[in-house]
């Protein structure tokens, strides 16, 4: 079974400045990468994803994340973050199609606040 | 825009009521999904459905059952509400085939007294 860890569960960041959320899988066959964001009292919607190809992946407002195959590792980073960017951030995990399986695990989410 | 609703944003219900939760998409999405959202444990999936009247269970789908009558349509039942299921309820839909992106509702809180 494939697992997903978020290491931090609150990053609070100064506006204008840098943001990297970190998150890390675990699975014995290839995988497929998501992050989804949750702004205050709303469902998720998708930022980007990744299913093969390029390590970097760009996605909606500004976001990017690198696929790492050697450190199981997915982070998301954007280089100036704003106000608007105050959510929750999940990052997800499933098997490639070649597994079938249509199961998404989730982490644990991580709350990134912005200061102004 | 793909849209999909949730019948209620909030609920109140008591220990052993029956509850229904209604989820509806509106782009003819083949796979369904409920999940549940609780703090520190991110989302867990419930059940899911790749069809009209197919299920499969998710990741805790004790305490719950399922029914895609419509294409449409994808129902979330507590037999007997409990309070441990107080939570935020989440639908999501995706499309069949190399999609892979699945499409939210906003949510409802449920809370069981």
Redesign the interface.
Known sequence: AQSVTQLDSQVPVFEEAPVELRCNYSSSVSVYLFWYVQYPNQGLQLLLKYLSGSTLVKGINGFEAEFNKSQTSFHLRKPSVHISDTAEYFCAVRRSANFGNEKLTFGTGTRLTIIP | DVK?TQSSRYLVKRTGEKVFLECVQDMDHE?M?W?RQDP??????IY?S?DVKMK?K??IPEGYSVSREKKERFSLILESASTNQTSMY?C?SRPGG?I???Y????TRLTVT
Not at chain 2, 40 to 45: A, E, F, Q, T, W
């Open positions: 999909v796979n999904f999940y520190g444990l991110g989302l867990r999936l899911f790749y499969e998710g990741d989440l999501a190399e892979y992106e699945q939210f509702g906003p949510g």
